[in-house]
């Protein structure tokens, strides 16, 4: 059984930074791609960044772009997302999930394991 377990969340003011962290346990996330996720309240869960199973090529939503970096740490088992220049918009609950697909993909249901999430909000 495959489980994911965010961390990393929390309160941020505008302009700051948070780096969140995906960790696994009964699985080698090397073996897939990882999505990261957020939902805020009242909108659909959209897809932020992903890193392909394939050659770890990066997918990054252009509200995120120059923004958020996604990387993996495959001693650690973990995928890690640095979001730097935070703004309130950026306020969701962030959600790491993996899929066999070999490219990235945003849509949720190509995902098979998800983790419960990690709150994250930026207000001054």
């Known amino acids: 059984q495959v489980q994911l377990v965010e961390s990393g969340g929390g309160l941020v003011q505008p302009g700051g930074s948070l780096r969140l962290s995906c960790a696994a346990s009964?699985?080698?996330?090397?073996?897939?791609?990882i999505g990261w996720f957020r939902q805020a309240p009242g909108k659909e869960r959209e897809g932020v960044s992903c890193?392909?199973?394939?050659?770890?090529?990066?997918y990054y939503a252009d509200s995120v772009k120059g923004r958020f970096a996604i990387s993996r740490d495959n001693a650690k088992n973990t995928v890690n997302l640095q979001m730097n220049s935070l703004n309130p918009e950026d306020t969701a609950v962030y959600y790491c999930?993996?899929?066999?697909?070999?490219?990235?993909?945003?849509?949720?249901?190509?995902?098979?394991?998800w983790g419960q999430g990690t709150q994250v909000t930026v207000s001054s």
């Open positions: 999930a993996t899929t066999f697909a070999y490219q990235c993909t945003t849509r949720t249901s190509d995902y098979d394991y």
């Open positions: 009964g699985a080698t996330l090397d073996y897939y791609a």
């Open positions: 890193i392909s199973r394939s050659d770890d090529s990066t």
